[in-house]
């Protein structure tokens, strides 16, 4: 690569944007429209679901959407939805925990959510008269077609709490559903409090008969006036092209996530978004956490329809040229307010040699292969780096010792509401070596098992179910006995598998790797990711310190 005999030189304060698409000033500038954003951006593909790691460009995907097409994408801020409130409620607890199967209420909760948004939106009335004609005009339209009585009705049931916010509808609806269920038949109020409290001495039978009864109250609440709303939406209000709309749905993935009820909320808006598939002109686009998905049981709470979730998602996944693809944007849009020429992100790097390789292709191997990480390392690399032309190699050593132990801060935070104390199983490897045999894993793991028997480890819970054959005196088989940790370290990023003679596989390569049990048969030595090793001050084999 040719270079300048004039360079320009680096500036105080010059950076590749921000690692959060919430706080990130170059987003709008520096956007690439990669094949994922076409997928997202469609009209034309059905896949709704956003599935990826944190980092990975979810909310950055969302949020171009958004800047690109203002006029026709509502976006739904989960906190503003009073979902806790929802869990909350002392009898969806008691349904919940006495196996009260909820999901037709929570669907017809989510179904009644979004309509209603549509229609705030689609109509955009700000006034009490113009309310009330918008809803007389539809109402007399549907009047003259006998098959839209129940829409009719849904209108007329509802049409005073149409304009108020969605929190409040929400809690409306709930506070309905929690009388429903209290003044049930011959339902005592004081049942739901005294098995609260743990006062319930029921045969078991009388408790069947219980959760039966109220199993018949909650499907009752799947609102068949809803579906004829849903034809509605289809044919009278979205009824064309050029009223084209998007739903955003983000920050799902908040820290009461873990919560059993509201894992069921979420598993019921895929739920409800797969329904709205048959509206022609409507796509609602829900992003999460991989490892919340994961969570979410579809197989078990669906009725089997896993496959149809999973066809309905997009996987983001990053290659080595869509993220330099991406640095390169950026370094475009940060240069250009500050009068530098700098075309590609190689040009800020020092040049590729034999003995010192390729700067880019070293920093990406120390990345998850997502966007934050790699902004994340270049930022730390440009620190420091004012009145140079580029960054130096020395510069790129240095900056990863902060950026390693950033890196393991940020697994722990994206792990710990699913698996509380995860930073005091990564404190298990430090000053090992980063590759590791099995019996060198063995040691660690066994390591791992012990914590819980640690007064302080705060994830005793969760531990216990991965280590329980660790523990099973009969179990001899190596690999049914460490399997569960070490598939949860490779989920996690934190661990790849090697196989003599080949390279390493992490999570990012070959998500489903571990699903086969061959894989880790053949494993013949475990490593530590790059990202973690200056953090976990890990060895080489032969006990050195060195970074690779």
């Given amino acids: 690569m040719t270079r300048s005999r004039h360079a320009p030189r680096l500036s105080s304060g010059f950076s590749l944007g921000g690692q959060q698409a919430e706080a990130d000033p170059l987003l709008e500038k520096a956007f690439g429209e990669t094949n994922q954003y076409k997928a997202v951006s469609s009209r034309d593909d059905h896949r709704c679901f956003i599935i990826g790691r944190t980092g990975s460009g979810k909310s950055a995907l969302l949020r171009r959407l958004e800047y690109e097409y203002p006029d026709h994408v509502i976006r739904i801020n989960p906190e503003d939805l009073s979902l806790t409130y929802v869990a909350d409620l002392q009898s969806v607890r008691w349904l919940s925990e006495h196996e009260v199967h909820l999901d037709p209420f929570f669907v017809a909760l989510w179904k009644h959510v979004l309509l209603v948004e549509i229609i705030k939106h689609r109509y955009q009335v700000d006034s009490s008269a113009g309310k009330q004609n918008f809803l007389a005009v539809l109402a007399d339209k549907l009047k003259r077609d006998k098959s839209q009585a129940e829409a009719l009705k849904y209108l007329e049931d509802f049409q005073g709490k149409f304009w108020c916010e969605a929190d409040e509808r929400v809690r409306q609806i709930a506070d309905r559903f929690e009388s429903q269920i209290n003044g049930a038949g011959s339902f005592d109020a004081k049942l739901v409090k005294a098995s609260a409290g743990g006062g319930i001495t029921a045969s078991q039978a009388s408790k069947i008969e219980i959760v039966n009864r109220y199993q018949r109250i909650v499907n009752a609440t799947q609102l068949p006036r809803l579906n004829q709303m849903i034809k509605v939406l289809d044919e009278d209000i979205l009824e064309s092209r050029q009223n084209f709309t998007f739903i955003i749905i983000d920050d799902l993935d908040q820290d009461w996530v873990d919560d059993s009820v509201v894992n069921a909320l979420i598993r019921c808006l895929f739920r409800a978004v797969s329904d709205l598939q048959r509206v022609q002109n409507l796509k609602v686009l829900v992003a999460l956490r991989t490892n919340i998905f994961e969570a979410l049981d579809f197989g078990r709470r669906t009725g089997g329809q896993e496959e149809k979730f999973r066809a309905l998602s997009m996987r983001l996944r990053w290659s080595s040229a869509d993220l330099e693809a991406m ?85 722990r935070d994206e792990w710990k509401p699913t698996y509380p104390g995860i930073d005091d199983v990564l404190s298990t490897f430090e000053g090992r070596p980063y590759k590791l045999s099995r019996v060198q ?108």
């Fill in 327 to 411: 640095l390169d944007e950026r370094v475009r849009a940060a240069a250009a307010p500050r009068g530098l020429e700098v075309a590609t992100v190689r040009h800020l790097l020092p040049s590729t040699t034999r003995t010192r390789g390729d700067p880019l292709a070293f920093i990406l191997r120390r990345t998850l292969m997502r966007p934050r990480d790699a902004i994340a390392y270049l930022n730390e690399c440009l620190e420091g780096t004012e009145d140079n032309p580029r960054i130096t190699w020395e510069r790129i050593r240095a900056a990863e010792s902060p950026y390693s132990h950033d890196r393991r801060l940020a697994l």
């Fill in 441 to 548: 894993m063995s040691a660690a793991l066994d390591d791992i098992a012990t914590l819980a028997a640690d007064h302080a480890f705060v994830g005793t819970s969760w531990l216990c179910r991965l280590t329980a054959e660790i523990w099973n005196p009969e179990q001899s088989v190596w690999t049914d006995k460490y399997k569960d940790v070490i598939e949860l370290l490779f989920d996690i990023g934190f661990l790849g598998c090697l196989v003599t003679g080949g390279r390493p596989v992490f999570s990012y390569d070959d998500p489903d790797y571990l699903d086969r049990p061959s894989k880790l048969a053949r494993t013949t030595y475990f490593v530590v990711h790059p990202a973690f090793r200056d953090a976990l001050d890990m060895t080489t084999l032969a006990g050195h310190r060195r970074r690779l």
